[in-house]
């Protein structure tokens, strides 16, 4: 049973684009949303999280927005580089608890 | 530096071997999971702990085993009878649950496991 529904799979970004990734959830319950990326043969690392009471937060050249009353959540890459290819996981948690994760999305950002 | 190592980095077994993995943190975090990662399957839990000498099963616990015998360590044992045990092994671990930052999980750099 997939909690968090996350899209596209893959994703091919020209160099300087913005790279968008999609996730859905359905426990209203959830109140902290993580985005992950993991680079080929390594661990993920948190890049940028969220809690419910803004809808938007930025570091840098990410971006999580966040729409509540839909359940949804996003990604945004800005000026996307090379160096950002990699897996995002979107996750959601309830308070605490442990996180449930997305199915993961390949970026490749084309030079 | 302060982090988690998981070992080791690739292994190897023939169908009907048990294998250990290992896991050690020395961030003295409380909890400590299991992920199994499987292409577009994202990351699935198959056990976690929260404290030492007690684990409770995830998602995926069947063919799993684990021991929670120190703080710092948590050993997955992938056992024959887990049918299709060939995936990317990750080990986490995270402050206490309930604590401000719980939510936010640090991964070792994984195990690879390839059934032969």
């Known amino acids: 049973q997939q909690q968090v529904k996350q899209s596209p799979q893959s994703l091919i970004v020209q160099k300087g684009g913005i790279s968008i990734i999609n996730c859905a959830y359905e426990n209203t319950a959830f109140d902290y949303f993580p985005w992950y990326q993991q680079f080929p043969g390594k661990g993920p690392a948190l890049l940028i999280a969220i809690r419910p009471d803004v809808s938007e937060k930025k570091e840098g050249r990410f971006t999580i927005s966040f729409n509540k009353s839909a359940k949804q959540f996003s990604l945004h890459i800005m000026d996307s580089q090379p160096g950002d290819s990699a897996t995002y996981f979107c996750?959601?948690?309830?308070?605490?608890?442990?996180?449930?994760f997305g199915a993961g999305t390949i970026l490749r950002v084309k030079s | 530096d302060g982090g988690i190592t998981q070992s080791p980095k690739y292994l190897f077994r023939k169908e009907g071997q048990n294998v250990t993995l290992s896991c050690e943190q020395n961030?003295?975090?409380?909890?400590m999971y299991w992920y199994r990662q499987d292409p577009g399957q994202g990351l699935r839990l198959i056990y976690y702990s929260q404290i030492v000498n007690d684990f409770q099963k995830g998602d995926i616990a069947e063919g799993y085993s684990v021991s929670r015998e120190k703080k710092e360590s948590f050993p997955l044992t992938v056992t024959s009878a887990q049918k299709n045990p060939t995936a990317f092994y990750l080990c986490?671990?995270?402050?206490?649950?309930?604590?401000?930052?719980?939510?936010?999980?640090?991964f070792g750099a994984g195990s690879r496991l390839t059934v032969l």
């Open positions: 961030l003295n975090h409380d909890a």
């Open positions: 986490a671990s995270s402050i206490l649950w309930g604590s401000s930052g719980a939510n936010v999980l640090t």
């Open positions: 996750a959601a948690s309830p308070g605490g608890n442990k996180l449930v």
